[in-house]
């Protein structure tokens, strides 16, 4: 299966990159990774991609990394649609008291967007 992971550097990110490297480990996936900026992180794609890179090579996968601009959402999204990724996967949700999924700006243009899941 061909995996997008859009990474933007929050802690949720790193928990998506850590279970993304390990499904694609065991399943054999094509991985690659679209860092993108964060305003709300404060570190660079730069930054965000060398780490990417060591968590992916500790894991022992061959990963394509790339660093996207403009829009987060709309580059991901471009990206899965336009080179026939079979998943596009994305942080950014969390469950309000009342049990609401709650998304991020990033996933919520995704999900609405996308014609990948």
Known sequence: MKV???IGGS????????QTVARANEAGDDLTVA????????????????RVR??????GLD???RSVSGHPGGA????ADGEGFD????AGGSRSTL???QLGGVAEFVVLNSERR
């Open 4 to 6: 997008l992971l859009g």
């Open 11 to 18: 802690d949720r990110c790193w928990e998506a990159l850590s």
């Open 35 to 50: 860092v993108y900026e964060d305003d709300a992180v404060g570190e660079s794609t730069a930054t965000i991609a060398d």
């Open 54 to 59: 060591e968590e992916v090579d500790e894991a």
């Open 63 to 65: 990963a394509d990394v």
């Open 76 to 79: 991901l999204v471009e990206i």
């Open 87 to 90: 998943r596009l996967v994305v």
């Open 99 to 101: 049990g609401k999924i």
